[in-house]
């Protein structure tokens, strides 16, 4: 089923459901490395999808209405597809894994509003490639002194041939598996967490993408929760970017640790935030609207006791906040070697501030003992054991536990906010259809019934005008 010229990374048969009449056919595919192509049996072309690595896929494993489908989601388009086999269906997976990145979702069968819920993935604008801010940047710099014990400041590590080293898809690749060759009998879906691959925060149910343009690597996400009286409420979703190959070098302490350890580890947080200093970017973003206020009130609540006296580098950072996050927009905090605090808020950039204090706390909200983001605090450090080619610990699960049944109550408020997700969808064009059916058949019984209580009245009339 597998060829290798002209680019064709494998062809065979699928089964596609037509999205108007439901029906299923058998197509002929064929995946290249830079689009998808999908032919009737008569060889007619009957689609063509662009692929690249940097279009976000993702495949939802379902066994219903056909027990070995999937839904193939290229950014906004949709098909619902099934194999012949498991292994066929396997043999699919594989390749849009190691080759396009995608992320793998298993979802339960009886859950159907999230199964056909669309991935939401979060657009994050180009910083470009950070040069010296004296030489190429038009911006004011802002300068603050800090009362928090600084250290060295490195060079900064992007210049015009910057290149970021290639990391294996896949730790199994190091054993000399032929991730060319489907000949073994078992096919093993690349795990997207095991990669540097897109990340699914489980709560706001954001994709983050696998890398920033600057080629920082994503390496974990988590909730941001609000301390509101006793209660904490999840509100937005954070992604932590790092520069890997500086990473690496200050990070060796560590090396040949898993990440189940590393998180109760207090020492190796401390190790993080106060004795390196690779650049790293923390990506936020909401599943809803979150308000200029609460956003504010946010940041202030978790910097304010951590920068102590010098409160002037916080308030020249949240007077940046002039809008709200909406949906799937991005607040992007970006920590450089110099401690320059570079800050984007909805794609508008605003002054770097020079804060040594500030670029410290940003990470302390995340990762300093008094932290309340406990989740994120796990979650931010999931893949960093697979920098010295370590395992990375399948973070969500562990934290989130038996995840569908606390997202019950996300799904009426995502679908009350989702105004597109479900437009396209074959199984609510159908739900919808018979929605409408048995409205209009109530509609025509009650008109049957006024009409008949309409003639009734009339006849009584003529007979109380007869007397």
């Known amino acids: 089923m597998n060829a290798n010229e002209n680019g064709v990374l494998l062809v065979g048969k699928l089964m596609r459901r037509d999205r108007r009449l439901f029906t299923w056919k058998w197509r002929d595919f064929v995946l290249e490395r830079t689009r998808l192509q999908y032919f009737s049996e008569k060889g007619n072309r009957k689609g063509?999808?662009?692929?690249?690595?940097?279009?976000?896929?993702?495949?939802?494993?379902?066994?219903e209405p056909k027990p070995f489908g999937f839904l193939l989601f290229i950014k906004d388009?949709?098909?619902?597809?099934?194999?012949?086999?498991?292994?066929?269906r396997?043999?699919?997976?594989?390749?849009?894994?190691?080759?396009?990145?995608?992320?793998?979702?298993?979802?339960?069968?009886?859950?159907?509003?999230?199964?056909?819920?669309?991935p939401t993935y979060l657009p994050i604008p180009d910083l470009g490639i950070d040069h010296d801010s004296s030489t190429s940047s038009n911006l004011m710099l802002v300068q603050h002194s800090s009362t928090m014990t600084s250290t060295e400041s490195g060079e900064l590590g992007d210049v015009d041939g910057y290149s970021t080293p290639v990391m294996e898809h896949n730790v199994l690749d190091k054993k000399n598996m032929k991730r060319d060759s489907f000949e073994e009998d078992t096919i093993p879906i690349l795990e997207s967490r095991m990669t540097y691959g897109p990340l699914k925060e489980m709560y706001s149910r954001i994709t983050f993408p696998p890398s920033l343009a600057n080629?920082?690597?994503?390496?974990?996400?988590?909730?941001?929760?609000?301390?509101?009286?006793?209660?904490?409420?999840?509100?937005?979703?954070v992604g932590m970017y790092i520069d890997p190959e500086t990473a690496i070098k200050e990070l060796k302490k560590f090396s040949g640790r898993v990440a189940k350890s590393l998180y109760g580890d207090q020492q190796f947080y401390d190790h993080l935030l106060f004795n390196t200093t690779f650049r790293r970017s923390f990506v936020v973003t909401a599943r809803k609207r979150v308000s200029k206020s609460v956003l504010t009130a946010l940041l202030r609540d978790e910097l304010t006791p951590r920068m102590g006296?010098?409160?002037?580098?916080?308030?020249?950072?949240?007077?940046?906040?002039?809008?709200?996050?909406?949906?799937?927009?991005?607040?992007?905090m970006r920590l450089h070697e110099d401690d320059r605090f570079e800050f984007r808020l909805r794609g508008q950039l605003y002054p770097p501030i020079a804060s040594h204090a500030l670029c410290k706390c940003i990470q302390a909200l995340f990762l300093d003992s008094n932290s309340?983001?406990?989740?994120?605090?796990?979650?931010?450090?999931?893949?960093?054991?697979?920098?010295?080619?370590?395992?990375?610990?399948?973070?969500?699960?562990?934290?989130?536990?038996s995840l569908h049944e606390r997202l019950q109550s996300i799904d009426s408020e995502d679908e009350e906010d989702s105004e597109l997700d479900d437009d396209n969808d074959d199984e609510d064009d159908s739900e919808n259809l018979l929605e409408v059916l048995s409205m209009v058949k109530i509609v025509i019984n009650l008109t049957k019934k006024q009409d008949r209580m309409r003639t009734k009245?009339?006849?009584?009339?003529?007979?109380?005008s007869n007397l």
Do not use: Y
Not at 384 to 394: C, K, T
């Open 90 to 118: 396997h043999q699919w997976i594989d390749v849009f894994c190691d080759v396009f990145h995608a992320s793998v979702e298993q979802t339960p069968a009886e859950n159907k509003a999230e199964r056909r819920a669309r």
């Open 372 to 401: 309340i983001q406990h989740d994120a605090k796990r979650g931010l450090i999931e893949r960093l054991p697979s920098l010295w080619g370590g395992e990375a610990l399948d973070v969500q699960d562990e934290i989130f536990g």
């Open 48 to 63: 063509d999808i662009p692929l690249s690595s940097h279009i976000p896929i993702t495949i939802r494993m379902c066994s």
């Open 457 to 464: 009245r009339t006849l009584m009339n003529q007979k109380m």
């Open 309 to 332: 006296p010098n409160a002037t580098a916080t308030s020249t950072f949240l007077g940046f906040i002039e809008k709200s996050l909406k949906k799937a927009d991005s607040m992007v």
């Open 77 to 88: 388009t949709k098909l619902t597809l099934a194999a012949a086999t498991e292994r066929e």
């Open 215 to 237: 080629g920082d690597l994503l390496v974990g996400v988590g909730p941001v929760v609000r301390r509101v009286g006793w209660t904490d409420e999840r509100i937005l979703a």
